[in-house]
Nanobody, 127 residues
Framework: EVQLVESGGGVVQTGGSLRLSCAAS????????MAWFRRAPGKEREGVGI???????AYADSAKGRFTISRDNAENTLYLQMNSLSPADTAMYYC?????????????????????WGQGTQVTVSS
């Protein structure tokens, strides 16, 4: 079983950057599809990006060109580099792990294929 702990959230001004980390323990993340999700106040959870074992990635339209997801299997850590942040990016950000098949699901953004979740880290972008 995988335990996930996010860090790196905080308050940043519009146009700023943040790098989120997700440290895994209990098992190696190598065989898992890893992902970042977020939930903004009053909104449903949405997928931000996923990364497979070989490093292949996919992103939500809102993240393309601004966010980069990466993983370090040796360090058992997932990252999310976020640039050009706007108030619309204000949310609780969660990392998740699931079977590798989750990375090939057209509905990955719903999050139903991910069985392991962290507690989240808050990102607030001020205008």
């Amino acid at each position: 079983e995988v335990q996930l702990v996010e860090s790196g959230g905080g308050v940043v001004q519009t146009g700023g950057s943040l790098r989120l980390s997700c440290a895994a323990s209990g098992d190696t993340v190598r065989p898992y599809c890893m992902a970042w999700f977020r939930r903004a106040p009053g909104k449903e959870r949405e997928g931000v990006g996923i990364i497979g074992g070989s490093g292949g990635t996919a992103y939500a339209d809102s993240a393309k060109g601004r966010f980069t997801i990466s993983r370090d299997n040796a360090e058992n850590t997932l990252y999310l580099q976020m640039n050009s942040l706007s108030p619309a990016d204000t949310a609780m950000y969660y990392c998740a792990a699931g079977r590798m098949t989750a990375c090939y699901s057209a509905s990955w953004r719903q999050g139903l294929s991910f069985g392991y979740w962290g507690q989240g880290t808050q990102v607030t972008v001020s205008s």
